[in-house]
């Protein structure tokens, strides 16, 4: 059965996911003669840079997630519409949903990457991941919950056990995370649980090449290491984790440890949809894209941002999987769409790097603007105000402004709260 | 097993739950020579009376929530235990708990009440009730899934009964709900769904007595019901629900209703514990207790707020299920509590009765202090004035304020999120 969507004499742009590269492009189609349809599993655009600190009880989930229908408000051709895209039908032009088929005259894949636990034993089901807002929100649950825990138990093993956080990955979701978590047991968690001794909560760190932030330069990644020293953090670099049982981690070298949190932020890959030919689909399920975003084979099939797979001069093995990638190649392809309804020839992406940049605590952060770099207070306040401002809405952006301030000035982290409580699929939910 | 809680030379009050009772009773304790446990099934204090708010997209669930442990924060012999109270045997003087066993010198039963179906047939399966934090969400994420169904369904029948929101329970809560309601449809939604026919869209409230906000006197009773209707509400009077089957309504008259949507604010029951004596607890579950708050029978077993059933000479059929009560209640007994450790009398409580408010809509809000009466621009700001000061937290003050300003200033609610989609039990989760 057809998705009910009114019929009108414009061409059909089809959007299937509302992250960074699917919002930019669906607002710079606001003025196109074009009807959109965007599709996404929520019914909210998440700002996923800013989730660590929804795990960590810094931010509420709220203010960093924004109502898509929100911003098409008054604007007549575009429709939202809430459900899974199953099947591509390239042929047909047309794809199948959860909530029925829907045609399109172009259709633009923009629905990022998930989680990439790479098939390694134990670590779908007992490890965390932290990719979308749910999983934040049970990330701040199990963290709470096991210091809930340590609380009760009798043996020293298992109290140690529940206060060490493995974190692993060493790209700027893993350092940013890590960096919290040392604030929440620098500042916040001894007030808590004075019964406590967080001498033993142990924060580590773990990656499995010889770096961490291997996009920043040298000044930075050794500020970043020391940033998390001074913090408290343990950092491993070179360990590979083989294998996880909920509680022992096991590496590639065959040393161990026990942890009743591991938090896995060492690998994504794309959400692929069934359907288009698979040789046109990578190894971390990204789409090839040509240089007008479109997948390689098809017509009127295009991919964005996570999912794009685009090889230029400039980036022989594809665009950075980041933010500014999405929505640099989101607001081209919306150009591209209006070319090609006047028959023109479409512009081929060129990105503009803006640099990139991580925080690590309380006035630690690392910045690098072209050859410039630089950390300390300067380059934490540059992070905040460029995340503030990329925030969807005024609302937000003074929730969150005003939670900063407070988290900053008090030392606290407010928001520890365990309103779902969570439970690994399998396990007693009392236990 | 014991509950691993410090051994220390004070005697232990156990206080169960941390409402507004349970709360008030522990901090006026603070300084008092005892050792103070409070166990309860969450880590937070929730501010009930805000809870239509969240199922209504206009406040944060994280604002009108506070985590338990800060507020405990140095307070040296004070322990909070997250868990759940199965059973308490007063002869051993001691609790089972879902983390194990607890003795008390005194105990105290503060746990609230939670909704109460009555055994009506469907309504514990298929209504939503709105007694906790989950409960809003859940109840937040149903009204906008059944408007982005209402989208796709063909059947105008079908169409209707989504749109259609029946909330049954003329007190304070059902009449607050029924309005926030009236306003989504006003203000927010017309403007999120343009292709559906708000016309169509009915919000009911009923109510089995003859009288809305039966506490309150004639005049804001009027009053109350010339807002709902102004807003665009329908109010049943002397209507009995009898069944729910999740899509049609039957009342005790034999009138009909089709509604996909059917909140249950008309009544609510005692949380009670197993192991007392059966013949202290009434038939809504709550314990008899005397002027000092002692559960009949008992030596140092305590119930307070919700729980309580206190008779005097001015409360013949005990007092009133609301938090002002639960308050007074935690403070004298707490004075009680100092009283028995020193050998004193105890004494008597005496609820002071500081009035009764509801809020209806913007500027319109009915007010009761002793005998003046009140409603319109000046009973709704008292209403936000009382409640905001009421919320625990500064934290939660200012980001509910804020959130109030901005809902009223652009008549939006830009919490409009769904999480985590609603899945009544039984159902297709892809339905």
């Known amino acids: ?62 203010s960093i997630v924004y109502p898509i229908r929100k911003i ?11 459900g899974e895209v199953l099947r591509i039908n390239a042929e047909q032009k047309n794809i199948e949903t959860s909530i029925g088929i829907c045609n399109y005259d172009y259709l633009v894949v923009a629905t990022g990457t998930t989680t990439n636990f790479f098939g390694i034993d134990g670590l779908a089901e007992k490890s965390m991941p932290m990719k979308s807002v749910v999983e934040a929100l049970n990330l701040r649950s199990l963290i709470l919950q096991n210091f809930e825990k340590a609380l009760l138990v009798q043996s020293t093993e298992e109290r140690d056990a529940l206060m060490t956080f ?12 890590t960096g919290a978590l040392c604030e929440l047991k620098k500042h916040v968690l001894p007030n ?8 033993k909560m142990r924060v580590i760190l773990i990656e499995s090449g010889d770096r961490l932030l291997s996009m ?10 020391r940033y998390l020293h001074e913090l408290g953090a343990e950092v491993w670099l ?18 161990t440890i026990t942890a009743a949190n591991l938090i896995w932020a060492a690998g994504v890959k794309g959400q692929m949809i069934e359907g288009l030919n698979p040789e046109i689909v990578t190894p971390t399920k990204r789409y090839m894209v040509d240089e007008a975003n479109r997948i390689k084979g098809y017509e009127n ?23 500014p990638v999405a929505i640099q190649q989101g607001h081209n392809l919306a150009k591209n769409i209006r070319h090609l309804l006047k028959g023109e020839q479409t512009k081929a992406f060129d990105y503009f790097d803006k640099g990139s940049m991580a925080t690590i605590g309380r006035n630690r952060a690392v910045v690098e603007v072209g050859k410039i770099s630089f950390g300390g207070f300067f380059g934490w306040a540059t992070w905040l105000l460029v995340h503030l401002m990329s925030i969807v809405g005024f609302r937000n952006r003074v929730v969150t402004l005003f939670n900063w301030l407070w988290n900053y000035v008090s030392y606290d982290r407010n928001i520890r709260l365990i309103i779902r409580p969570f439970h690994r699929s399998g396990e007693d939910a009392k236990a």
């Open 1 to 62: 059965m057809k998705i009910n969507i009114p019929e009108v004499h414009l061409p059909r742009v089809v959007i299937v996911g509302c992250g960074f590269g699917g919002l930019e492009l669906a607002k710079s189609l606001f003025d196109a003669p074009v009807q959109v349809v965007l599709i996404d599993k929520n019914n909210y655009h998440t700002f996923q840079p800013l989730l660590y600190q929804v795990s960590t009880s810094g931010l509420e989930a709220d």
């Open 72 to 82: 098409f408000k008054g604007h007549k051709n575009f429709h939202f519409r809430w």
């Open 166 to 177: 493995v974190v692993v990955g060493g790209g700027p979701t893993g350092v940013e995370l």
């Open 192 to 199: 808590d649980y004075p019964e406590l001794d967080f001498r």
């Open 216 to 225: 920043m330069n040298d000044d930075n990644r050794a500020r970043s290491v």
């Open 238 to 255: 070179n360990v590979r984790v083989t294998k996880y049982d909920g509680h022992l981690i096991t590496t590639a070298s065959g040393k």
């Open 301 to 323: 099939v295009f991919a964005i941002g996570d999912m794009a797979y685009m090889v230029t001069d400039k980036y022989l093995k594809g665009h950075p999987q980041v933010a």
